[in-house]
């Protein structure tokens, strides 16, 4: 078995070296398919700093294609949960289902967007799933995505045009209190934004 599963991993580095050599094209197929089914080793963020540190002034182009690509396979994956309903859910424990679940219930889509921002092991297709298998808005789902994406993109091409081969190691060392930080004032400024529309209607209830 150990060696079917280091034939696999092999074969899809393989994929994925292949898919470099086509620059932006390549990142954008690596993301799709990263974020559909087949994740690929190192995934489009490893892609994205060898891609951006090689040639800084396409950066924007490497950020605006490994966007599109995870948008993209992430709306492949939401109907394929769609489709195939709870079933879908089977592979994950119960207790990360409930947990995953809960936020998705009582933030929408602004879970999905959090999410998308925070760096691996968060369980961000877990969040992809349980918005297809619970049909949100399929707009509003790939919007989020997109927002999340972005931001996380463009800041690891921003290192990598700053700081070079060093990209990697400060990412890995600052962008987990990066994601929660903006993680944490995205759901401020909602919460801020949702007390506000509710006093507003107060407001206007009051006066009539």
């Known amino acids: 078995m150990k060696w079917l599963l280091r034939k696999i991993t092999n074969g899809l580095t393989s994929v994925s070296d292949f898919l470099v050599t086509f620059g932006a094209a390549g990142l954008f197929a690596v993301a799709l398919l990263d974020s559909a089914l087949v994740p690929l080793p190192g995934g489009p963020d490893a892609v994205m700093l060898l891609l951006s540190t090689r040639s800084p002034g396409w950066m924007p182009v490497y950020a605006l294609a490994a966007t599109a690509g995870s948008v993209i396979g992430c709306v492949i994956l939401y109907h394929i949960s769609r489709r195939a309903g709870r079933r879908a859910l ?28 925070l760096p691996p092991p ?36 921003f290192l990598a045009v700053r700081y070079g081969e060093r990209a990697k190691e400060v990412l890995a060392e600052n962008y987990p209190a990066v994601g929660v930080g903006l993680a944490a004032v995205i759901v401020v400024v909602f919460v801020l934004r949702g007390l506000l529309k509710r006093r507003r209607g107060a407001e206007a209830a009051a006066g009539q």
């Open 122 to 157: 968060f369980p961000f297709k877990l969040f992809v799933i349980t918005a297809g298998v619970f049909r949100l808005s399929v707009w509003r789902f790939a919007a989020a995505v997109a927002a999340g994406r972005a931001f996380r993109f463009f800041l690891e091409g």
């Open 90 to 117: 089977e592979k994950f424990p119960p207790e990360k289902q409930a947990r995953v679940k809960a936020l998705v219930d009582r933030y929408d889509v602004l879970s999905v967007l959090v999410a998308s921002v």
